[in-house]
């Protein structure tokens, strides 16, 4: 386990050196961590073809005791697809704009994600990492913001907290953000129409096509269950990277780019299996510090940060059931200048 800086430090308050840049981390790291290497870069593409692949054999032949693993071991598979167009989305993939494009467009294609809305609003996040109302990934709930929802609102979020439904998160996500081009900048706006035909003209002839052949619970079997296992795993990884009960979201005049990428960036194991299917998608510390590393140099780089910043870096943790019910139960809204409570505490103080 590493030592936490912010342990000791309440969310108001500035977490070790404001000084710090992220400039004086990135200038730390070897610099073979930047390096493209297209064999491993498309070593990983083989790796994730040849296991959604598998796992699309083995659903048509299992029965249907074994479906459930076949769907969690496709729908994992399917979350690397994800994690190669997040290489491409951050131009580490390939050093030409035009591969990371195609490669992108088509690897985020079958899970009707639109590559550049995509993109451009995960990069925003990156700008802004823990900063309050503007950090657009997973981020607290401000007791203001609680206070001023209708009660049906607050009744649906208290349920969502309460009954472990953090896993559905990044569907919503995906819904509400990701197909509207009204909601980006002029300048972006054709990239992401091009983004958003791609996925519509994928599912106007994979869906039809699925249906006729193999039936409404054909789609259910190959596409729809693989995708919800996929979705837990973005809800999942997106939660656990940056919430923990002590790591502070704070005001703009409070933020530091540098801390807030180091500090409050959560490193978190998972089992092997899935980390290679994923891609070590998990390793995220180093991606923070800079995401023009390709993920296949995600852990030399933060072998390298952890024996430069040690004393910056959260405590390390691994993936569990006990793991999501401490996060549900203790960060379940947000006290500017204060940190997390849970809806006891908020309404005890009321």
């Known amino acids: 386990m590493t030592t936490s800086i912010i342990n000791s430090q309440k969310p108001g308050e500035d977490l070790g050196d404001s000084s710090l840049k992220l400039t004086d981390i990135i200038k730390t790291l070897p610099r ?4 493209h290497n297209r064999r491993k870069a498309w070593s990983q593409v083989f790796l994730s073809v040849l296991m959604v692949g598998l796992g699309y054999y083995i659903l048509t032949i299992s ?7 076949a769907w969690i071991f496709t729908g994992t598979a399917l979350t690397g697809f994800f994690v190669i167009g997040h290489d491409c989305g951050h131009r580490s993939f390939a050093k030409s704009r035009w591969v990371n494009d195609l490669v992108g467009h088509l690897f985020m294609m079958p899970l009707i994600y639109p590559f550049h809305s995509w993109r451009i609003k995960h990069n925003h996040h990156h700008n802004h990492t823990n900063k309050l109302d503007e950090d657009n990934a997973w981020h607290p709930i401000r007791t203001q913001v609680f206070a001023n929802w209708t009660p049906f609102q607050q ?12 896993w559905v998160g990044s569907i919503g996500h995906w819904a509400v953000v990701h197909f509207d081009w009204r909601k980006f900048k002029t300048k972006d706006q054709s990239s992401v129409k091009l983004s958003v035909a791609v996925v519509v003209l994928f599912g106007a002839i994979a869906f039809p096509l699925l249906i006729t052949t193999t039936g409404i619970w054909g789609f259910v079997k190959f596409w729809f269950l693989p995708w919800i296992v996929y979705h837990f795993w973005m809800s999942t990884f997106t939660i656990v990277h940056h919430t923990a009960s002590d790591v502070p979201f704070q005001t703009a005049n409070q933020w530091n780019e540098a801390l807030a990428q180091l500090s409050g960036t959560i490193h978190c194991d998972y089992p092997h299996w899935i980390e290679i299917l994923c891609h070590d998608i998990n ?4 991606h923070h510090i800079s995401t023009a590393i390709p993920s296949y140099n995600l852990r ?5 940060i952890k024996e430069n910043w040690q004393p910056y870096l959260h405590d390390e943790c691994k993936f569990s059931w006990s793991l999501m019910k401490q996060i549900t139960d203790q960060c379940q809204l947000y006290q500017t200048h204060v940190g997390y409570q849970t809806f006891n505490e908020y309404y005890a103080g009321k």
């Open 283 to 286: 390793v995220h510390v180093p």
């Open 300 to 304: 030399l780089a933060y072998s390298s």
């Open 63 to 69: 029965p249907w005791f074994l479906l459930p693993l």
């Open 32 to 35: 073979e961590c930047f390096q």
């Open 155 to 166: 009744f649906t979020f208290k349920g969502f907290m309460r009954n472990r439904l953090w």
